[in-house]
């Protein structure tokens, strides 16, 4: 069977969007601020965070359409976050309705691609990758506050686009589409006992946080080089699934992880050989997410949300604490990732591809 | 990515833009949100185990 890229590209724009909306809030309105730390280190913990316990909520109300009312959600913070007017206390309200509505698409997301990937990992990748390019696009945006409206306007096409979304995922899958106990994702890259993938899995998302989020980038200084950045974190998120389909999942994570030490480890003042360790590395995204929906089938939202508390796990300590120095940076680099690639050689089944190969 | 990167160089919270409440209140808020969230986890993981 063919890649729904339908689902896949159309949630990848409403990432999209959903990213550019809360960087031009974080950095157009709450930065700089006195409260610019709690608000950035709450959005993070909230907007990861909240997303086991929705996960849990919308497979049991399964039809909610958590896609469409979480960008109406985030434009209702969004909105009140613009007339907050440095406003303390409607900046957090804002802060905590943007990322409510944050966590409603990002699961949506998850369970709509999930859905139709059929044993793929392709469309959530391409979901995933989305994101990177509305970080980048958000906080450009959010530089300039007179540019406030383009981020409603993208928003204002991707709850039309979630709306088509999930009218013709019903159309194909019936009404019952979401309803994952009826009939579970058909996701098997994973052969081994429950909780142990869980963890395992769970540590490698921790340790792509930690090293992809706080890696120092000596050379990144303009503008165009935190574009060129973002995107090639994009285009690696993407690639992994496409790739993990057609070559196999655990030789495109392993492989992934490995191939990017050296460039990791190397890269602190050569940008080309940064983009591409941080492109291998984002590779191992939708992998993680499929092996945890192999041992979850019935619960491809509580799967996601394990990808998510492990991000929030490898991020918050990198507000509380600064990443090393670089020559500890290195060897954090070497030894986080061979344990990541073991992780995964353990893990993911050496024989799936994707379910149409 | 580099919004924490920012927030870093911006030297906080130790430089005075988040006093220790805020801290506190972020530190549980946190603790909050992991523990539910691993809740969740394992009533779905039990719950696979038990099928």
């Known amino acids: 069977m063919k890649a729904d890229k339908v689902t896949g590209i159309g949630y990848a724009f409403i990432h999209f969007a959903v990213e550019v909306m809360c960087f031009s809030v974080l950095i157009g309105v709450y930065n700089p601020g006195r409260y610019w730390w709690a608000l950035a280190c709450l959005f993070d913990i909230l907007a990861f965070g909240l997303q086991a316990p929705l996960g849990v909520l919308f497979e049991k109300y399964n039809n909610a359409k958590p896609g469409v009312w ?22 957090f309200a804002s802060l905590i309705i943007i990322t409510l509505g944050n966590a409603m698409v990002h699961i949506a997301g998850a369970l709509s691609t999930l859905r139709v990937s059929e044993g793929r990992l392709s469309e959530s990748a391409i979901f995933v990758g989305g994101g990177s390019f509305g970080v980048i696009t958000g906080r450009l945006i959010g530089a300039d506050r007179t540019l406030w409206w383009i981020p409603f306007i993208i928003t204002a096409v991707a709850i039309v686009m979630a709306i088509i979304i999930d009218i013709r995922i019903k159309r194909k899958y019936g009404r019952y ?9 058909r996701q098997k890259l994973v052969n081994k006992p ?6 395992i899995l769970f540590l490698v998302v921790c340790v792509r946080a930690y090293i992809g989020y706080g890696l120092p980038t000596a050379w990144n200084k303009t503008v165009v080089q935190t574009i060129l950045l973002f995107s090639f974190m994009g285009i690696g998120k993407m690639s992994g699934g496409i790739l ?15 191939v990017a030490v050296p460039m990791l480890v190397f890269s602190n003042n050569i940008m080309w ?10 590779m191992t995204m939708a992998i993680t997410l499929g092996g945890l929906v192999s041992v979850l089938p019935k619960h491809p939202g509580v799967a996601f949300g394990v990808t998510t508390l492990g991000l929030l796990m490898g991020t ?5 604490v600064r990443m090393p120095s670089r020559s500890v940076c290195d060897v954090l680099i ?3 990732s061979v344990l990541a690639a073991a992780g995964l050689w353990y893990c993911i089944d050496s024989k799936r591809k994707g379910e149409d190969n | 990515m580099n919004l ?21 209140a972020v530190v549980v808020v946190l603790a909050v949100l992991v523990a539910v969230g691993a809740f969740c986890i394992v009533k779905a993981s039990k719950k696979k185990k038990d099928e």
């Open chain 1, 273 to 282: 050989l940064s983009l591409l360790g941080v492109a291998s590395f984002s």
């Open chain 1, 316 to 320: 918050v300590p990198l507000f509380f």
């Open chain 1, 194 to 199: 429950v909780g142990i993938t869980i963890l």
């Open chain 1, 334 to 336: 070497v030894i986080m």
């Open chain 1, 177 to 185: 589409a979401f309803s994952f106990d009826i009939e579970p994702c």
């Open chain 1, 70 to 91: 979480g960008l109406i959600i985030l434009s209702i913070g969004a909105l009140i976050a613009f007339l907050s007017n440095a406003n303390v206390i409607f900046q």
């Open chain 1, 244 to 258: 993990a389909d057609i070559f196999g999942a655990r030789k495109v994570g392993v492989i992934s992880c490995l």
């Open chain 2, 4 to 24: 924490i990167l920012d927030v870093i160089d911006a030297g906080v919270p130790a430089e005075g833009n988040g006093t220790t409440g805020i801290v506190i």
